[in-house]
């Protein structure tokens, strides 16, 4: 599913340096990325994604090389392959929990929103308990129900990479633990790969594979 | 661009407060300029087709804009008159037809139009019902006025008192009407037209009173002999003229001293026209004008004066832009994370700027329907405000 070889990452000119020899995750992985802040988890799923592109190496997904790819490119290629989860949950205000959970419909023509669409918003909002709340604002919504829409948000294309940046870190032991089990459940049965940044440990344990990305990096990211 | 729209729309209709300001700040910047520049575009054009249907006016020595404005559209300026002997030398001299205007006075706070028949085929004014004013005392009315007062054929109108306190003025004139003209889209809509020998008895320079030499109470008489008998002020006075008292109508003066207030000429020929200029303007004490020379006059004023407004309203429209820009730049910055999220989801740096480029057409176009649709109402509006003023 994902190749990285010869991957070298530098901000500008500061001193945070990012360099991964060698990294294979299989499809249908589970895997955490952990380690200190500014050690560069975050930086190393967005190169993952596409989001920030690296000064030297090669990221395969899905054996197509992101780095040989237009920018255009890469960000089709993102919002169809990718679902992305961030730790504020990073929804619009202004939208309702449904056209939140299509925004990725909205943003992006390559996306058509077929007829099925509609369906998947439905059953993504039955599967996780916000069947009731579709036309809401996300001002109305618990911390909870705010990263289950923007879990929502992530499947709605059916990806099969699903890039989580601590999606716990906003919550409270009892809803992170829930939220967690919601999001390995889901993965679980669509069969997509899970990167999650975490610093969580007590979470660790049901994931195939931790990495700490100290292993791979020097100084100290933003 | 229609998923733009959409994401646009959504962010206006949810900070309707924020809208409703900016809408409001752009409104109230364009509401004046525009309305201003369509009153001028309205009633320039029909200050000039009426001064373009009306070859020459002739008129007292003064304000020459006061003269047309009074003889063609009925302004409430006061210009002195010249004399009923101008209409009669015009028409012996054959070069023109002379129409005169009597407009001293009002009804019911519209102006009064003493004339001749001649007016109503000069500005083709056709009636809607009943008859032109061929007798004393008789009144037709413009459409507009006959709406408003809700007068109709057969029911009658009083001339407006001119002075509470001065006995020495005439009473109102109880004026019956015989008839209301079609819609003509000009002045003449908003006027009350009566025969001039009427307007000149509502100035008291014809009067009708009861007949002296058959007078049974001679306490009335103050002297008599073989030509003449005077009475006292005791003599009944008529306030409405009727079949009955219509022959006792007369008046003292001679036509050189019958006054009417303007004579507007329509010229036999070119050559006719240029000698009643030339005869006139050569006068001390009259002129003839061409109305529209004057009312071209009258709108390069105006234009001068809008270009003055059109600059002042270029700098607040600046200001209006800067302060536009201000709060785009700040929305960006407390948008930052939002525009940020929707690019790692996969949305172009492009698309995120023709968002907010969309978000800001919204509310522009919002503003300029609001400040269209007022304008077009203080437009049509305008004149009831005017004559409120």
Redesign the interface.
């Known amino acids: 599913m994902i190749e990285i070889k010869g991957l070298d990452f530098q901000y500008g000119e500061g001193d945070f340096h990012l360099d991964v020899p060698e990294l294979s995750i299989a499809r249908g992985e589970k895997v955490a990325f952990i380690g200190p802040s500014g050690s560069g988890k975050t930086t190393l799923i ?1 190169l993952i ?1 596409g ?1 920030l592109q690296a000064n030297k190496g090669s990221i395969r997904v899905d054996d197509i090389e992101l780095s040989e790819l237009p ?2 490119r890469r ?2 290629f ?3 392959q ?1 679902g ?1 989860v ?1 730790q ?1 949950f ?1 929804l ?4 309702s929990v449904r ?1 939140n959970i299509l ?8 996306l058509t929103v077929s007829p099925d669409v509609p369906e998947t918003v439905e059953s993504l909002a039955v599967s996780m308990k916000l069947a009731d709340k579709l036309k809401r ?1 996300p001002k109305t919504l618990s911390q909870g129900e705010k990263q289950r829409v923007a879990i929502c948000r992530a499947l709605v294309a059916a990806p099969d990479l699903l890039i989580a940046d601590e999606p716990t870190g906003n919550l409270d032991p009892a809803t992170a633990g829930s939220i967690l089990e919601l999001l390995l459940e889901t993965v679980e049965l669509r069969r997509s790969t899970l990167l999650m940044v975490t610093h969580n440990h007590g979470l660790l344990k049901s994931f195939d594979r931790v990495i700490d990305v100290m292993d791979f990096a020097s100084g100290r990211a933003p | 661009m229609r998923r733009i729209l959409f994401l646009a729309w959504r962010y206006v209709a949810y900070h309707r407060g924020k809208t409703a300001i900016l809408t409001a700040a752009l409104t109230l910047t364009t509401i004046l300029p525009l309305s201003a520049h369509l009153l001028i575009d309205r009633y320039g054009e029909s200050l000039i087709a009426r001064a373009q249907a009306t070859p020459l006016v002739l008129g007292a020595k003064g304000n020459r804009f006061d003269l047309v404005l009074k003889a063609l559209y009925f302004s409430p300026a006061s210009v002195d008159p010249v004399y009923m002997s101008e209409v009669d030398s015009i028409r012996e001299s054959e070069l023109g037809e002379p129409i005169p205007l009597h407009l001293r006075f009002t009804a019911r706070k519209r102006p009064l139009v003493g004339t001749t028949l001649e007016y109503f085929e000069f500005r083709a004014l056709s009636l809607r019902n009943g008859a032109l004013p061929t007798v004393l005392g008789q009144a037709v009315l413009g459409s507009k006025i006959a709406a408003e007062l809700e007068k109709d054929v057969g029911s009658s109108l009083f001339s407006d008192q001119q002075t509470l306190y001065d006995i020495t003025k005439t009473y109102p004139l109880k004026m019956s009407i015989v008839g209301v003209l079609k819609e003509s889209g000009t002045p003449d809509d908003e006027a009350v037209f009566v025969d001039i020998k009427t307007a000149w008895i509502i100035e008291g320079i014809m009067h009708g009173h009861q007949d002296v030499t058959t007078v049974q109470d001679e306490s009335v008489i103050l002297g008599r002999d073989n030509d003449t008998v005077v009475a006292n002020a005791s003599i009944v006075q008529y306030h409405e003229v009727t079949p009955e008292n219509v022959d006792s109508f007369h008046t003292h003066s001679a036509s050189d001293e019958l006054p009417v207030t303007a004579i507007i000429v329509v010229p036999s020929d070119l050559k006719s026209g240029t000698l009643l200029k030339a005869r006139y303007n050569l006068s001390e004490s009259q002129r003839m004008l061409v109305p529209l020379e004057v009312v071209e006059e009258l709108m390069h004023l105006v234009f001068r004066i809008k270009r003055f407004f059109d600059a002042n309203f270029a700098l607040i429209l600046v200001s209006t832009g800067l302060f536009i820009a201000l709060v785009v730049l700040l929305s960006h910055r407390l948008r930052k994370r939002e525009m940020e999220t929707m690019h790692k989801i996969g949305c172009s740096r492009l698309t995120v700027f023709w968002l907010q480029a969309a978000e800001l057409a919204i509310v522009l176009t919002m503003s300029l329907a609001v400040s269209v649709t007022l304008s077009l109402v203080v437009v049509s509006m305008a004149p009831h405000i005017m004559r409120l003023k």
Do not use: G, M
């Open positions: 967005y994604a989001v920018d255009k960000r089709v993102r919002i169809s990718i992305f961030f504020e990073e619009i205000e202004y939208l056209d925004l990725p419909y909205h943003l992006n023509p390559a604002f």
